[in-house]
């Protein structure tokens, strides 16, 4: 075989294909999209935790866009705490916002606070379910209430808020479902085994939701926030294991303004899965996407080599953290 042959066949191979993917690539990160949420003016949004944190942070924004926000959580003194600061905003505008007090835990509960907000605001447009708690230590640590509350907490109250709103939405053959996850979602470690199960629950949630809510015209989209400066992480952080802070160092510690930007950017914009500006949770959403649409299907496949392999090299150190961090016992007593 000549070396002119040789050339040709690994061009064909290699190059050609990977040229495609790269102009692929580009012309889907550069043709303009359309809205799916053009403006929030005027649109109701119910946020569930939305007293502080991430849900403090995206109430605040919307309403500085002019959506009309019903925030909800069990403590009335944050919640007003949080209109207290929207009602300081000067922006043009702006939109108005109120709280209901409920549980999410609280099927009824919730289900009388949506029917309260859409006689305040109206029908609601937009759900973000963002309620949610990490308890966190090791697995024989960690009691079977806890983790029972946990999913409690994370998954039912989630699935709580969306049954509230569901039948408003679909009677009006609109509207969108914002679950709130996190990057444990995606892939977890040592600390984590009350907490990210509850997550991985919404995960399936939001894939079954999104197929099946397609014919009623009704969006379901998925956030994989990573770290964020937020009250609920400082007490987190008194229950870690050593090894968990460990394999934690490194990461970047996101402001809850910043990622509320980056879940109203993409949701503006119509994206199914959020990853609220991490560039690491966005390699591994790249790797572990699966049957979910995806952003930029030929950037994906571009990252997916890279991917595994920086997967392979974080899951190796995460492995050896965890055995450094590990306190030898005889035998897990589970609580």
């Known amino acids: 075989m000549s070396d002119e042959t040789v050339f040709l066949v690994l061009f064909v191979v290699f190059a050609a294909p990977f040229a495609f993917y790269v102009v692929a690539a580009l012309v889907l990160a550069l043709m303009p999209k359309a809205k799916l949420h053009p403006s929030y003016a005027g649109k109701h949004v119910f946020i569930t935790g939305g007293s502080q944190g991430l849900g403090r942070g995206l109430a605040l924004q919307l309403v500085a866009a002019g959506a009309n926000v019903t925030i909800v959580s069990r403590s009335s003194a944050k919640l007003q705490s949080v209109i207290n600061d929207a009602e300081k905003s000067a922006t043009p505008g702006r939109g108005r916002i109120a709280f209901e007090s409920a549980d999410t835990c609280d099927a009824e509960a919730i289900r009388d606070a949506v029917s309260s907000a859409e006689a305040n605001f109206g029908p609601i447009d937009i759900l973000f379910a963002v309620a949610g708690k990490a308890t966190t230590g090791t697995v024989d640590t960690v009691s079977l209430n806890s983790h029972k509350a946990a999913m409690d907490l994370n998954y039912f109250g989630t699935l709580h808020a969306i049954h509230a709103v569901l039948p408003g939405m679909t009677s009006r053959n609109s509207g969108s479902l914002v679950l709130v996850a996190s990057g444990a979602a995606l892939s ?24 099946e809510l397609q014919p009623r015209n009704i969006t379901v989209h998925i956030a994989y926030p990573g770290q964020m400066d937020t009250p609920g992480f400082v007490e987190e952080e008194l229950t870690k294991p050593a090894a968990c802070k460990a394999i934690e160092a490194d990461d970047v510690k996101h402001t809850p303004e910043a990622v509320a930007k980056s879940i109203l950017r993409d949701l503006s914009n119509g994206e199914y899965s959020m990853y609220c500006g991490d560039l690491g949770i966005s390699v591994l959403g790249a790797v572990t996407a699966g ?27 995460w492995a050896k953290k965890a055995r450094a961090g590990a306190t030898t016992t005889d035998a897990y007593h589970l609580a």
């Open 188 to 211: 977890s470690y040592v600390g984590y085994a009350a907490y990210s199960p509850s997550k991985y629950a919404i995960r399936g949630l939001a894939e079954c939701l999104r197929n």
């Open 291 to 317: 049957m979910s649409p995806r952003s930029n299907w030929a950037l994906d496949i571009l990252l997916f080599p890279i991917g595994v392999l920086v997967v392979w090299i974080v899951r190796n150190d």
